[in-house]
Each structure stands twice: as structure tokens, then as C-alpha cells.
């Protein structure tokens, strides 16, 4: 069975940066898309990130240039590199993993996620 493990959030400035890890364990299909959605409170989850298989990735407009998603395959581990953190960022952060060879940032192609992990960007 394959669970999604995430890990990296915690609380940082304005301005700053942090890298989130999410473990993959267990096997997946060759063909898949992984992804990083966020979720405040009240406000539903969208996402921010997303990865297939063959490596295209596919970014919320809103954090383009900040942030970078990326795997490594001999780890079994999915990356979120953040930088220029802003208060905006701030929400519970959760890895997905998806049956489809695309980059989608629509929550309704993933059907396994992690728990999930806080960032908080105080300005």
C-alpha cells in the first residue's frame, strides 16, 4: 500500500525560504502525476505544484518563479522548494499522488494524500 509521507513546514519571515519532502513508500504506476496543494482554513484546497512522470511540471500562477517542484527517483521523495516566502503562502501544505501521465493542479485527479504540514510566513 502507498502512503505519502510530508515533512519540511515550520514557521518562517517574509522573504524566506523552505524546502518540503514528501516520501513516497511503496511502488506507484509508471505513469503519474504528483502534486502540492494547500488549504486555509474555511477556503478550499488548490493547488500550487504538480510533476508527472516524464518530469513537466506545472505551477500556480501566484507562486511561479518562487517556488520549484521537483523528485528524486532513487530517493522516492517529492520536493517543494519555496523562496520569497509571503504571509499569503500560509496554509497547511499536503503531497498528492495521481494515475495520470500530466501535471494537474485540479485535486479531483489525485486520490491518495498525505497528512499534511503547516507553513506559516509571518510578514
Known amino acids: 500500500q502507498v502512503q505519502l509521507m510530508e515533512s519540511g513546514g515550520g514557521s518562517v519571515q517574509a522573504g524566506g525560504s523552505l524546502r518540503l519532502a514528501c516520501v513516497v513508500s511503496g511502488s506507484t504506476e509508471s505513469d503519474y502525476c504528483m502534486g502540492w496543494f494547500r488549504q486555509v482554513q474555511g477556503k478550499e484546497r488548490e493547488g500550487v505544484a504538480s510533476i508527472d512522470s516524464d518530469g513537466d511540471t506545472n505551477y500556480l500562477p501566484s507562486v511561479e518563479g518562487r517556488f520549484t517542484i521537483s523528485k528524486d527517483n532513487a530517493k522516492n521523495t517529492l520536493y517543494l522548494h519555496m523562496d520569497s516566502l509571503k504571509s499569503e503562502d500560509t496554509a497547511m501544505y499536503y503531497c498528492?499522488?495521481?494515475?495520470?501521465?500530466?501535471?494537474?493542479?485540479?485535486?479531483?485527479?489525485?486520490?491518495?494524500w498525505g497528512r499534511g504540514t503547516q507553513v506559516t510566513v509571518s510578514s
Open positions: 498528492a499522488l495521481g494515475g495520470i501521465r500530466a501535471p494537474m493542479l485540479t485535486a479531483n485527479w489525485y486520490n491518495l
